[in-house]
């Protein structure tokens, strides 16, 4: 029996693994554990011939307890607590489960195919996966701590995977990639869970139907929800947290309007007729979410620095999202798997791509910024949609990068000063048509063509503005093993004089007034001079 007491940088956690932090900046472990080397349980017969307490049954499980299973060096084991293939009632509890610097590819506690586990009171610190359930029914983990001290954003604290009826309950996860995941599980619960410092989302609910979330504090990211099916969007969320600001879930609502100020994130579900306006809050997963949603609005809302989108909408139809500023995101906002959806008037700045979007159809683009991002627009297998009146200047790549997008519009945007290609059609892009937009002063060349029988002009008399355009003949955009795509009815682009302009031809303007008046009155004093020598003689 060893007595173990050490400090961790971070916070104070003693034998009841209650996390609290302090102003001293140390963990602190005390608790009496048995040194033991790593479990492997495959079968029911297993626990009773390794010596564990107990009969496997309700009143009377096995009970794994009281060990310290630590390593100050690398393992090549990827368990430490390994069980599957069991139907009996057992408990892990009290256990320290440690590596001294975070690893990767390993698991601290795992059941698979297991009915009726428990895990309880545990502390696991440097694992990438904390606690495992996988194809699992009926199982828990309770009042556990997981901590990683040197976080690479690749670690789990829990996951739950192909598995049903299992509960997540008391725990705690700290410095972490990622907090809870559930994926491709049903009527799994979370309860009075936390999660800090955690780079991605808190929670993932991927794939999965019927779950509870309820009274949980996700820190400062929140929860991505995903999945292809209507079903996997809907869930119970009742009273969970972030940043101490409630998570707004509503699912089913219609002719509503939510007032988004106060609330840290914004998901809606199978909405119809809701407009969301006024939220303003950062650092979240993403800020305001619809999915699955019909004549849903977001309005006059602000968000920035999100791990994902400011703003998105997915699986949804005829759905808007309007005069909102979304900055320092991965994306400004985001829309997938939509059809005949509208983002119009909103501001896009220094994200990594200001508008993306993936399988849409049918949308339109319209009066929006996108400005000092890594990439103005971005789309991926977006068709028959239209791009139009849209201002996309000085990002750090592509202005426009469009891929397998087909039959499109692109017309009266204005492209500038972006630092590679101003609009790219990459390979997949057909059947496009651009004509009546406005460029100028993009570093690596204004248009480039990598698609096939995109037209540059409307085929009648309108063509683009280029500022490169020599004045004569067609205008050739580049592309792939040919000549290039004609504009056949290219107008050169005079940009308009910006102040430092004028204030440059004022100055040169002022400095030759100077100088003819100077000649002037040169002029003057020689022919007066020559005039009196004339009277005088």
Not at 155 to 173: H, Q
Request: charged share 15%; hydrophobic share 35%; with cysteine.
């Amino acid at each position: 029996m060893l007595f173990i007491s050490f400090f961790i940088l971070g916070y104070t956690i003693s034998q009841s693994n209650k996390l609290e932090p302090i102003d001293d900046n140390e963990i602190e472990i005390e608790g009496i554990y048995s040194q033991h080397e790593q479990i492997i349980i495959t079968r029911n017969s297993d626990f009773e011939e390794q010596g564990w307490p107990g009969n496997g049954s309700l009143m009377n499980p096995y009970i794994i307890e009281g060990l310290n299973i630590s390593y100050s060096y690398y393992r090549q084991t990827y368990f430490a607590i390994f069980i599957k293939h069991t139907t009996v009632h057992f408990q892990i509890r009290n256990c320290l489960i440690m590596l001294q610097y975070l690893t990767l590819r390993r698991n601290a506690i795992g059941f698979e195919n297991v009915s009726y586990g428990s895990t309880m009171n545990c502390f696991v610190i440097n694992y990438e996966y904390g606690g495992l359930l996988r194809d699992s029914h009926n199982c828990s983990m309770i009042n556990n701590t997981i901590l990683s001290t040197g976080s690479y954003g690749k670690n789990v604290g829990f996951r739950i995977e192909t598995s049903a009826n299992c509960t997540l309950m008391n725990n705690n996860v700290v410095n972490g990639g990622h907090g809870y995941s559930i994926s491709t599980s049903s009527n799994c619960k979370l309860v009075g869970n936390a999660a800090s410092e955690i780079r991605y989302e808190a929670v993932y609910l991927g794939a999965s139907n019927c779950c509870i979330l309820k009274n949980n504090n996700f820190g400062e990211t929140g929860i991505e929800i995903q999945g292809y099916a209507e079903a996997n969007w809907l869930h119970e969320l009742i009273n969970n947290t972030l940043k101490e600001n409630p998570i707004g879930y509503f699912k089913e609502l219609t002719d509503t309007v939510i007032d988004g100020s106060g609330f840290g994130q914004i998901i809606l579900v199978k909405c119809e007729d809701v407009i969301v306006r006024n939220y303003k809050s950062a650092y979240s997963v993403f800020g305001v979410g619809l999915g699955f949603c019909t004549h849903c609005t977001i309005e006059n809302c602000y968000s920035s620095h999100n791990i994902g989108p400011g703003f998105k909408i997915q699986y949804s139809t005829d759905c808007t999202i309007r005069n909102c500023i979304a900055t320092g995101s991965f994306n400004g906002y985001e829309l997938k798997y939509c059809s005949n959806c509208n983002l119009m008037n909103n501001t896009a700045m220094y994200n990594t791509v200001g508008c993306s979007f993936y399988n849409t159809n049918n949308c339109t683009i319209s009066n929006n910024v996108a400005s000092s991002n890594e990439r103005g627009f971005f789309s991926d297998h977006m068709n028959a949609s239209k791009l139009f009146k849209n201002t996309i200047i000085d990002n750090e790549n592509n202005g426009i990068l469009l891929y397998a997008s087909i039959y499109c519009i692109i017309s009266n945007n204005t492209i500038m000063n972006n630092q590679d290609i101003g609009l790219f059609l990459y390979w997949g892009c057909a059947n496009n048509e651009i004509y009546y937009n406005r460029f100028a002063n993009n570093v690596e060349c204004n248009a480039y063509d990598a698609g096939e029988s995109n037209r540059w002009d409307d085929g009648i008399s309108c063509g683009n503005y280029w500022h490169d355009y020599n004045g004569t003949g067609p205008y050739v955009v580049p592309t792939v093993g040919s000549p290039g795509l004609i504009d056949n009815f290219p107008q050169l682009w005079i940009l308009p004089a910006t102040a430092y302009d004028v204030t440059l031809i004022l100055i040169l303007s002022c400095i030759g007034l100077v100088i003819i008046v100077v000649m002037v009155e040169g002029f003057i004093r020689r022919r007066y001079t020559a005039e009196v020598k004339t009277v005088s003689t």
